[in-house]
Nanobody
Framework: QVQLVESGGGSVQAGGSLRLSCAASGLIMTRSCMGWFRQAPGKERERVANINRAGTTSYTNSVKGRFTISKDNAKNTLYLEMNSLKPEDTAMYYC???????????????WGQGTQVTVSS
């Protein structure tokens, strides 16, 4: 049974930093595409960043240069380091995995419950 458990969310002021973690069980991260998504109230869910099996990363334009996605394969844990946070980064952040083919081009088949990030101005 696959489980993705996020942690590290919280409330910070603009310009602050947070580090999100996603502990994965039941899947092998080296064989999966892992991603972070977010959804703000009244908005569609959007992809924030992903990292493929080889460790190649991709970011949505609004977070480039501020967020860093990484993973620790030995710990089967995914991270999202978020710096220079802005009020518009406020959202529920979700960890996701595509583990059937390990392709970041396919729909993610496993999702975590989410962790809330709130950035005040």
């Amino acid at each position: 049974q696959v489980q993705l458990v996020e942690s590290g969310g919280g409330s910070v002021q603009a310009g602050g930093s947070l580090r999100l973690s996603c502990a994965a069980s039941g899947l092998i991260m080296t064989r999966s595409c892992m991603g972070w998504f977010r959804q703000a109230p009244g908005k569609e869910r959007e992809r924030v960043a992903n990292i493929n099996r080889a460790g190649t990363t991709s970011y949505t334009n609004s977070v480039k240069g501020r967020f860093t996605i990484s993973k620790d394969n030995a710990k089967n844990t995914l991270y999202l380091e978020m710096n220079s946070l802005k009020p518009e980064d406020t959202a529920m952040y979700y960890c996701a995995a595509e583990s059937l083919y390990g392709s970041c081009a396919l729909q993610y088949n496993f999702w975590g419950q989410g962790t809330q990030v709130t950035v005040s101005s």
